[in-house]
Every structure is written in C-alpha cells, then in structure tokens.
C-alpha cells in the first residue's frame, strides 16, 4: 500500500463532488472498483480511508471492549456514519450531503495526506484548530519524541 502525503486544495461543485489529485488516486484506489470508505474524522474534520485502510481501522475497532461506554461510543461513532464511495472517471468522489454538512464543506476543501488516509477540511475551520493548538510544530515533534520513549504521554 502507497503513502497519502501532501497538502491540496479543492473546491465542491454543485452536486458535492471534489477531486481527488490525481497524483494520490492510485493510491487512495488501486483498482477503480475499489472503494473508498468516508466517515468522520477528527477536529471536524472527513476521513477518507482506501479499502485494505479501512479495514485496518476495522480491526482495531472489532478489538475494542465493547462493553466499555466510552469504546462502545468511539465504534459507533467511526462505523455508523462511514460510507462507501467511488472515484468516478474524472477522479472525483461524491461527498455525501450528510457529511458536508457535518465538516462544514462548503466551496474551497483542504485535503490533506495523513499517510494512511486523507483528511478533508473546511480551510477556515483547519486554521482555527492550528492556530489555536498553542504549540509550534517543533514543540508538538518534542512532545511526540517522549511518547516514543516512554510508549505513553506525560
């Protein structure tokens, strides 16, 4: 499986579709019957998963504890508003109403690589969530380095 890397912009049209670059469409479907899997992500945020990703995350969830609140919600949450899409010949992909609705996509979309999946933003909403981060990209890689070396955050 290929790498989802690189920050685009792209633009809704009036039936809710966006293109995918075509640079990263092999890799978000290999095979054009393939299908792609979109839900929710985080930080208002869609999460855009290849199929064999997707199923990656499938299994994470199934070895949840089910009977535990906050997991039960979590698996919920990610499975209950995924759905299956396509890339159509022009390489784009319908983003259910539902969904757009939910992520605030409106026109213009920041589609971001996030190695394994693709996260579709609102640009405004993504600049607020960065700018009100409170850390600089140096800081966060400091923080990330002792989770490395503990196997857990401080």
Known sequence: MGRLLGRYQATLDEKGRTN?????????SPD???P??????????????????WEAVE???????????????????????????????SGRILIPREHREWAHLEKDILVLGVITHLELFNPEI????????GMTYEGVAEEMQKY??????E
């Open 36 to 53: 792609i899997i979109i839900t929710r992500g985080y930080d208002d945020c869609l999460a855009v998963y290849p199929l064999a990703e």
């Open 59 to 89: 299994k994470d969830l199934r070895a949840l504890p089910y009977n535990v609140g906050n997991t039960r919600l979590f698996a919920r949450e990610m499975a209950s508003h995924a759905v299956e899409a396509g890339l159509d010949r």
């Open 126 to 133: 993504y600049e607020r969530y960065r700018s009100g981060y």
């Open 20 to 28: 995918i670059p075509a640079r990263i469409r092999r890799v978000l």
């Open 32 to 34: 054009p019957e393939s």
């Open 148 to 153: 490395r070396s503990t196997g857990r955050q």
